[in-house]
Structures are given as C-alpha cells and as structure tokens.
C-alpha cells in the first residue's frame, strides 16, 4: 500500500544542510503495523512528514518516492495533497492537549474533519450522529455530553482518544501515529494502544508507529524499522529485532529499557551524544558510540544490506557473523 | 468494546445540552463577570447610555441644534443666575441650546468611533492575519510599511492628510482609517505568529483543511478576544481624535454639532462664559473615560491571562 523509496528531506538552515531524513526506503504493506524506532531527532517525525508533504519551512524533500496505493504523493500538487491528508492518511500527534483547538467543541473538531472531506450535502443532525458513533467508538461514554466539551474539561486519555476520532473520521487506509502515547501515563497508553490495535483489526487500516519505547513496539508492531542520525540502521520483523539485535545500535537500545526487579546494576546508556546532522562523520554515523567499531567503519558510506529474509542492517559487523 | 477510562460522572446527571443553552450560559456568564468588575460595568452602563442619545437624539433634543436666537445668547446653565429651564446646559455664542448640541454630537462622535474601528480593524486584521501566517515578502513590506506610518504622531499625520483633503465626514474617516489599521495589523501578525507554531494548526494542516479556513476558523477565534479589547479602547481614542480635528477646524464643520468645534467655539468666551466649551468637553471625558473602563473590564474578563492580582 505504502512503499517508500530513497527518501530525503534537508533543512537548509544557516550553519548548513542538515540531512533530517537521508534516504530512507520502507514498506507497509494493507492493515500492517510498521514500528520507526530512535532517539529524539533522527528523523522519525520528519519522516512522517515528508509523507505528508508539510515538512516546515526551511525543510524541503529533495529527492525520494512516496508510492501510495500506485500514486507517488511526491508528485502531486498542494491541492491534490489536501484530498490524502486527512481523509486517506490522517495523523495522531504527541500531545492531545495542545494539538485540539481549545476554542471549540470537541464534537464540533471532529464534524469539522468530517466536513473538509465530504462529498455531496449531508444534514447537520446527520453528521452530528456520525460523530456520535465516532465517539463511541472510540471508547467514550454519553457521547451527546463529550460532544460538548471543551479541550481542557476532558483528560489526556479521553482528548487523545478524540483526537483518534478526528483521524478515523474519514476512514483512511493509513494513519502515522506520531508517538501518541508519549503523554500519557501507563495504564492509559494501554488502553490507547488496545484501541489502535483494534482499529488496525477491525478496520484494516495500516498504522505507522513512531515511537522511542520498544516495549510498545515489541507489544504493538509487526514490523520494526530502527533509525539512527536520518538512515534506517536496521529493519525486520518485530521478534527478530527484539530478540537477536544485529547493530551496536539497536542493541543498546534493548539494553536501554528498564528491567523489574533489577535493583543492583544502574540503566544501562550509550554513552555520547546523538551526532550534529549538519556535520556527520564519514562512514557510519554511529562510530563515535559504537561499543564495536573497527577501523574500516569510516572509511566509506555503510551500505544496507540484507542479511536474511526481511531483514536489513546498515553494519559491517553482521559479516563476521 | 472496550472499558472507557472516564466512567466516573454518573449518569444521573446526563443533561441533554443544546447549543442555544449553551450560549445563553456564554452571556449569562458574561454579564454576571461584568457585574463583579464595577468600574467596567459602570462603563457600559454610560456608554449605553450614550449610545441611547445618539439613536434618539430627534426625540429628546429639547430644541434645534441649529436654530439660532439672539436673546438667548450666551445663556448660563439653569442653575445660575439668569438661567432657564428652558436651556438647562445654556445656549452658545448664538443662542443656540448647548444640551441639544451635545445631544446631536454624541451622533457624531460615536459614529466616527465606531466606523473607523469598524473599517481600520477589518482591513488590519485580514491583513495582518494573511501576513502572519504566510509571512515573506508580503509580510515584510506591510510591516515596514506600518513603522514607517507609526513613526509619525498620529495627530500631525492626521492634520497633514486633512489639509490635504479637505475638512467633512468621509473625508475624516479615511484619514482616520489610513493609519489606525496598523494597530490591529500589527497585533493580529503577532499573535498569529506565535499561535501558527502551536499543534492545532499543524493537526488542520493534518487534516486536510485549506490556508484560508485555517486563518479564518482555527486561529482566529483563537486571537479574536485581544483584537476585541484592542477595538474598544481605539473607539474612545478616534472620538478623542475626531474632536481634535474639529476643535482645529479640519474635522466636522459647523453648524453641524460636534463636541471638538463647540468647545473650540467656546474658546474666546472662556473667561465670561465657561459653559459654552466646558460642559461638551466634560461630555467627552465622560464618554471616552466609560468607553476606558468598558475596555478594560473586557480585557480582564475575555484574557483571564493578563489579569492582576
């Protein structure tokens, strides 16, 4: 449904090119679940985005293909755009909080992403019962008292599951989720990620996960990709990913997470900083980090390759292997 | 389905609720807000007031503002000696009754308040909208266009434009409205340019929604209650303006009754004959004061934000 190809989006800023997302190839296939792994700015976000087509000024997609359902959305003017987004591929956001307009009803948001995409007259009372059903849904009780609330009176679990309302309104075959469960606290992320789950089931809609918890993609995803400084590092499938790690990098991530009832030995980090994107280092760019690197690691452009079925690493290590 | 998280409200107190109710409670709230700001409701008690006389000033204007008569002339108000219930503010240089004159003149005043603030705050907030959210060139020009008319006090600017143009209504509103859109320019592009960076925008942008709907219906209901209190405190400002104008001659012209050129008529009996420019100067200040005070009560009560302790 969704086949991305060598996709790049520059910020072109003052101190330089910053490549936020540097040729990056994925594949979601009907009703799958693709998990985007990695560290606060690598691109994840930018990513989705790039999808989308409103990456901010001064960020420009400059080279790549976004094939969706056989029509590269990369080609398609700002006005075509406007007809996918929302109502083929809609978005969930980071924070309910501030991404519901706080001026107006919630039910009133949710008829509005209704009306944008509507073919044809259809009567308020109509619409308002569609929104109702929207609401129930997803999961909220008296939807006639939801519908009017205002952002601030509901909590973060039930504005996040208004904002899912907002993006199934239209029944898109795609929805990039944009950590939407980063806000919330854990029982609520839960419930959150049960009703995606559900919706993915039910619906057949493909879902793009970005997140930085492997635990929900390990729980959530059917597929992983990880992603490091703007390239996808490694990719497979969810088991593979999370139980024989090939890259230094995804291994430290697993390591990274929280055990119970581990109280002697501290979190284990990587130790450094995610590297400047305007100035990356030759070869890979996680060889500063990297617990294993070799000499012959900056020397070239690190290819990604496949080492089984489905599966890919950007690393010279799997060779040893 | 699963569990909803939020079953705590019972259900006993499931009100149906309509958009009508809704909206009452919307105004309820608002005056009782109102209320509890004295001073602010004191202020839109006279401003109401005001905007009473003007409307009904044919049925309660005791004579022709117009009408000269010489016996009358230079009458003191009622309580003076040689007053008369008849002219109970007095009559002018030519007997003309100064009650009425005011009464006549609050038309004038709070039209060239209202239209100038009506048109110069349409125009600046569609523009300034427009150049926040799109910003670049067009924003850039507009903006350095609004300093350079800001650079000018506004009082000489406007003196220059009506020698210009020449005294009358129209032609006072224009110049008015000339430099007075930069105000609510430079404030919509603010705050549109701090709101265009929040999530919800992005999350329209999202959806689907085109620019103009994004400007219009997501943003500025958003930004609307500061262009609001902006609206009403400029209202008292051009009524001030507006008599400036007319006390310098290049406003209203006589014998249509304007408080700026009766108190200018006034000027060479001041010493004799107070009540001639005094009582329509105290009618200004009562007005632009209340217009104040209205304002301010609005601002505390639409942008709970800025209020103070």
């Known amino acids: 449904m969704l086949k991305i190809n060598h996709l790049c989006t520059s910020f072109f800023t003052y101190r330089g090119i910053v490549k936020a997302v540097d040729g990056i190839s994925l594949e979601l296939k009907e009703g799958e679940v693709l998990g985007l792994v990695g560290e606060s700015g690598c691109g994840k976000s930018v990513t989705l985005l790039s999808i989308l087509g409103l990456v901010p000024y001064p960020g420009k997609t400059t080279d790549g293909e976004v094939w969706f359902k056989g029509e590269n959305l990369l080609e398609k003017s700002s006005n075509e755009m406007r007809h996918y987004r929302g109502n083929r591929i809609s978005m969930i956001f980071q924070d309910p909080m501030t991404t519901l307009n706080p001026v107006f009803h919630v039910g009133e948001q949710i008829r509005e992403s209704l009306k944008v995409h509507k073919h044809g007259r259809i009567s308020k009372r109509k619409e308002k019962e569609k929104v109702f059903q929207l609401i ?8 006639e008292q939801i519908y009017y609330q205002y952002p601030y009176q509901l909590s973060g679990g039930m504005q996040q599951r208004i904002l899912i309302a907002i993006a199934l309104s239209c029944k898109p075959n795609l929805i990039l989720a944009d950590e939407p469960t980063t806000a919330l606290d854990v029982t609520i992320q839960a419930q959150i990620l049960d009703l995606l789950r559900k919706i993915n089931k039910d619906i057949g809609t493909g879902i793009i996960l ?3 918890d492997l635990g929900v993609v390990a729980e959530f995803c059917q597929k992983v990709a990880v992603m490091y400084a703007g390239k996808i590092v490694e990719t497979g499938l969810v088991d593979q990913i999370v ?8 291994e430290g991530l697993l390591k990274s997470i929280p055990k119970i009832g581990n109280k002697k030995n501290k979190i284990h980090s990587i130790p450094g900083d995610v590297p400047d994107l305007a100035t990356l280092p030759k070869g890979c760019a996680f060889y500063p980090r990297c617990s294993q690197h070799m000499p012959e690691c900056q020397k070239n452009e690190i290819p990604l390759q496949k080492i089984e079925k489905g599966r890919q690493v950007r690393c010279l290590l799997f060779k040893k292997l | 389905m699963f569990e909803p998280d939020i079953a705590k409200k019972d259900s006993s107190q499931n009100i149906k609720y309509s958009k009508s109710k809704i909206w009452w409670g919307k105004v309820n709230h608002f005056i009782k807000e109102l209320i509890r700001c004295r001073t602010a409701f004191l202020g839109a008690i ?5 905007i009473l006389v003007a409307i009904l000033a044919p049925f309660i204007a005791p004579h022709d503002p117009l009408k000269a008569s010489i016996i009358n002339r230079l009458r003191p108000p ?8 008849d002219y109970l503010l007095g009559a002018d240089e030519i007997g003309r009754d100064i009650l009425s004159r005011i009464i006549y003149g609050t038309r004038i005043s709070i039209m060239v308040g209202l239209i100038t603030v009506g048109i110069s705050g349409f125009i600046g907030t569609l523009l300034g909208s427009f150049a926040g959210y799109y910003r ?11 300093d350079f008319l800001l650079s000018f006090p506004y009082l000489i600017f406007a003196i220059f434009l009506m020698s210009i143009v020449g005294p009358g209504f129209f032609n006072l ?6 430099k007075s859109w930069v105000n609510f320019f430079r404030l919509s592009r603010g705050e549109m340019i701090s709101e265009k960076t929040k999530e919800y925008v992005e999350a329209a942008q999202v959806l689907g929604e085109s620019d103009i709907k994004i400007i219009f219906k997501e943003i500025l209901p958003n930004i609307i209650h500061s262009i609001i209190v902006l609206a009403t405190l400029r209202v008292g400002y051009f009524i001030i303006l507006e008599a400036s104008l007319s006390f310098l001659g290049l406003g209203i012209q006589p014998p249509t009754p304007a408080w700026g050129s009766m108190i200018n008529a006034g000027r060479d009996y001041m010493l004799s004959s107070w009540w001639v420019s005094t009582i329509p100067g105290i009618a200004l200040l009562i007005l632009v004061l209340s217009i104040n005070l209205f304002g301010e009560g609005l601002r505390d009560i639409l942008d709970p934000r800025l209020k103070l302790e």
Do not use: N, Q
């Open chain 1, 136 to 143: 129930k849904d997803v999961g909220l009780p008296s939807p």
């Open chain 2, 78 to 85: 009622y309580w003076m000696d040689r007053g008369s219930i």
């Open chain 1, 243 to 250: 139980y024989e790690p090939r890259h230094p990098y995804t």
């Open chain 2, 46 to 50: 006279i401003v109401l007031f005001f």
């Open chain 1, 210 to 212: 970005v997140t930085h």
């Open chain 2, 136 to 146: 670049g060139r067009f924003d850039a020009i507009l903006s350095r266009f609004a």
């Open chain 2, 173 to 178: 509103i224009v110049v008015l409205c000339f």
